[in-house]
């Protein structure tokens, strides 16, 4: 079969394709047929080598994490899936699973779910990280409540756009910045607050927040500190807010990383099938293409999502 490989860390040319035998189905796992894959900046980062000792891979290894697939074959352990099931998760080998970019690929069945019923594959691949950090930051760290002040970074982001409508599901108060080119995607949210980082400065335009959800990190985070009240939360994606500061302002905060498996996936699709999140927007590229794809994202040549389609 075909794989997207990563033979080296740090080298957009270390990205390749190659001919790999079908992974071994192990008791509790299940091998399943991608039919789409989604990219997340976690996968290049990944690919940078930043992260390579916390997330303990080595090299070669298939890449990409988050699929939607079919069911090709399952362990003798696994008894609520079979053959044919439609099903998305997070299918990464630092995992230890065999990695998503792949005509076939071994999961371990805690990391998947069926897929929701109003999803294709496409939007189902798209959703699983954005959808599982979204949840877990505004619920379980920010504990988002009815009147809440939340201001949203990067609102146009597959993160961010969830946070969204998790947050208006809610009732909460919604600001968010995103650049001028999202300013008219952003109008049919019902946000409250829509702001321009590049032609203003929020930390002036707002204050006694409750939350921050900040997707950028350095001065952002920073700035953002200025914007809540008292007692109020900061959650990062990105960095680790500096404790003396949050002592200064009064205000609490972490760095959070969300837990994706299928309790968690489960949750996403619910949620999904309550209608109350949506995929975010993303654009789709074929599997041929998908290596000059994935090196055009290391080099910041393109921002959008990309999913990959592996069907033939």
Known sequence: MQSIILAGYGNENSITYKETDIPYCGNDDIIVKPHAVSVNPLDLKLISGKYKDRFNVDTPY???????????????????????????????AYLGNSGALAEFARVKREYVSLIPYNLDFYKAAAIVTPGCTAQQAVSKFMKVKPRQKVLIHGGCGAIGSIAIDLCR??????????????????????????????????????????????????????????????????????????????????????????????????TVKFLVEEHIIKAPEFTITSFPMAKNALIQLYNRAIKEKIVINLEP
Do not use: W
Request: with cysteine; proline share 2%; hydrophobic share 40%.
């Open 169 to 266: 599901s809610i009732g909460a108060e919604i600001a968010v910045t995103v650049s001028g080119t999202c300013i008219e995607k952003m109008k049919h949210k019902e946000i409250d607050l829509i702001m321009n980082y590049e032609l203003i400065d929020f930390e002036h335009m707002i204050s006694d927040f409750d939350a921050v959800l900040d997707t950028v990190g350095g001065d952002v985070m920073i700035k953002s500190y200025s914007v809540l009240k008292p007692g109020g939360i900061i959650v990062s994606l990105v960095d680790t807010p500096d404790v003396k500061s949050l002592a200064n302002h009064n205000i609490k905060g972490l760095r959070m990383s969300a837990i994706i498996n299928t309790q968690t996936i489960d």
């Open 62 to 92: 298939t890449l990409c994490g988050d699929f939607a697939g079919t069911v090709y074959k399952t362990g003798a352990n696994v008894k609520d899936l079979g053959v044919g099931d439609k099903v998305f998760g997070t299918a990464h």
